[in-house]
């Protein structure tokens, strides 16, 4: 039998927003390779007796390069005759997704793909803030911070002369470079929120203008990860440090 790969996005943590397809795969599972994003809470679905071994990286510290979880993937594969990969959002949206299905199928590995809920969507919508609105804008970009290389992202200067709503994921650490430069763009007093943990309980909102709020973002102490949230949108969020529609209860499935 041909081994199976299925790439799984978990969402952004809350247990409640992983799909009722992906929770099917994990518990059919035999072995799951997971991510630093991925929560607890989806973990501890996860039977007892599936394996489960962590690949994750943390901004600065590096557990396993991106070659050895290919290559661990398909060592799996063909030791399980299948093998889930579990990643935070979804594993197309700045996931890497991609190269461990082209690596998997050059071994001539079967790969499926589980879409899962983006913080790019979820963490502007958990904190009120529409991504789009008639009349207000027409589109919403969601764009890397941080390149391959290190570097800020051109399309960071397109998106700022743009009239669009942009959504920045891995930000953070450049919060001032990003507000200087939409400056230059837009006007100053434009609404821009941080939305740190998306979905958990530590979720915390901050929102401020491009001119305050790396200030703002400093008093609150604001962390990765986080997604950047910048248009006149913006200002109808709301600031919080739980998400107020999350209901704490646990699904029993
Ligand atoms: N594939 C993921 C993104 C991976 S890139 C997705 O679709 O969500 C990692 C970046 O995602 C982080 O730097 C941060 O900007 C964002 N991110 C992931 N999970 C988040 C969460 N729960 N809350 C806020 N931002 C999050």
Partial sequence: M???????????????LLTLKALRVLKESKVVLYDALVSQDILDFIPESVEKIYVGKRAGAHYLKQEETNALIVEMAFKYGSVTRLKGGDSFVFGRGQEEIEYAESFGIDSYVVPGISSSLAGPTLAGIPVTKRGVNESFWVVTATTCSGGLSKDLTHAAASSATIVVLMGVGKLELIAQLFSMYRNEDEPIALVQDASLPTQKVVIGTLKDIVERANERDVRPPAVIVIGEVVALGKESEIVAASSNSKMSV
């Fill in 2 to 16: 041909t081994p199976t790969f299925h790439l799984i996005g978990a969402g952004p943590g809350d247990a409640e």
